[in-house]
Nanobody, 125 residues
Framework: QVQLVESGGGSVQAGGSLRLSCVSSGYTATSYCIGWFRQAPGKEREGVATFNSNGNTRYADSVKGRFTISQDNAKNTLHLQMNSLKPEDTAMYYC???????????????????WGQGTQVTVSS
């Protein structure tokens, strides 16, 4: 059974940084996509960044140049380094994973099969 457990959320002031982590277990697919999503109250869940087993990445326009997604293969851990945080980045952040083609980099929530429980990020002005 696939499990994804997020950590690292918290409260910071605008301009600050946070590093989110997602530890995965039970995942055996050799071609996969993993990513970070976020959902603010009253809004739809949106893709933030995606990483695939080919080592490629994709970012939402709203976070390009500020967020960096990376994977620590030895520890089955996905990270999201978030710099220059803005109040509009406030949301629940989720880690997600799915099997995918080697070239794929999906950013739509409906394309992901496995989800973590989320970690809250709050950015104050």
């Amino acid at each position: 059974q696939v499990q994804l457990v997020e950590s690292g959320g918290g409260s910071v002031q605008a301009g600050g940084s946070l590093r989110l982590s997602c530890v995965s277990s039970g995942y055996t697919a050799t071609s996969y996509c993993i990513g970070w999503f976020r959902q603010a109250p009253g809004k739809e869940r949106e893709g933030v960044a995606t990483f695939n087993s080919n080592g490629n990445t994709r970012y939402a326009d709203s976070v390009k140049g500020r967020f960096t997604i990376s994977q620590d293969n030895a520890k089955n851990t996905l990270h999201l380094q978030m710099n220059s945080l803005k109040p509009e980045d406030t949301a629940m952040y989720y880690c997600a994973a799915t099997e995918c083609a080697w070239w794929a980099l999906p950013l739509q929530a409906r394309e992901f099969k496995y989800w973590g429980q989320g970690t809250q990020v709050t950015v104050s002005s």
